[in-house]
């Protein structure tokens, strides 16, 4: 197939959509499709990938790539590049990684009108439920580095992983620390972002004694971390798309604890603990919960595997293919 993606945001730009939409073209490409990657973000670096980049997007240039395609993939609808879509209804297929309520935007309102003539594909049934259009639902992949190493003893109890910001509910976390009948339990923040400075006044503040900020962590680094921790929380007062991290966190051998806001549940599926989400009580007595069932968890390695094997990129690209032909055939 010929199938060419429009991205506004794109590699080396740092992001879950970034990710996903390289992954995906990786993935297609491996699997001999021929994949153009239409994007507005320019580089100095060499793009050493097994699809091309048009770094120029013209709409007129994109038009004519897609009138050649097979299938034509939006990362989002954009209002730039929409009319492409509409010309095309039958091939244009849009990936919505994040949701297009904002009561007082018009561009946004404009947006999830459009979902009604595209082909729509949501990242978890959460999005799905707040557009107007139909579609389907696939779910986030996770990148396969992210994995247990047997050599790394969990020694530490609590990680956060995340940008410091309000969104994210670092705060929430630290509130809850504070609410636990042991404070001792370890605290391992990873991250960095405009909230950083106030996050170590307030665990300064509530007498948090074994807690660290450790900054941003990369590649095996982030791995090597994780493996170290018994438990991830994902406290974001935000609702999540979906919930990557989680994911992340449950291949390297961590339970997750998240809110039980946006699409974290369904990351989660029912192998972690939910709490109320922005309710530091609540997210306490989770953390307590989680500390005395990590063994229990532990045993149910298998069942997690086999879950976390339906999330790997190789299953999840399929899933679209199959999801492009089986739409194009049936509105032939």
Known sequence: MKIIIASLTFLPNVGGLENVMAGLAEEWSYENNIVTVFTDIATTLNDDYPYKINRQQSTINLFKAVAKADVFVEANISLKTFWVGLLNRKKWFVIHHLHYQHATDWKAKLKNYLT?????????????????????????????????????????????????????GATILLQAINHLNNKNSSVTIIGDGPERNNLMQEAEQFQLKNIQFIGIKKGQALVEELNKHKILVVPSIWPEPFGIVALEAMACGCLVVASNNGGLPEAVNKFGILYNNNDPQKLALAIENALLSFEDYEQNEVAVNEYLSSKKVIVIAQQYINYFKNTIANTN
């Open 116 to 168: 009604k003539f595209s082909n729509n594909i949501s990242v978890s049934q959460y999005i799905a439920n707040t557009l107007l259009g139909k579609g389907t639902v696939i779910n986030n992949f996770f990148q396969p580095s992210f994995q247990r190493i047997p050599s790394i003893a969990k020694t530490n109890d609590i990680a956060f992983l995340g940008r410091l910001v309000s969104d994210k």
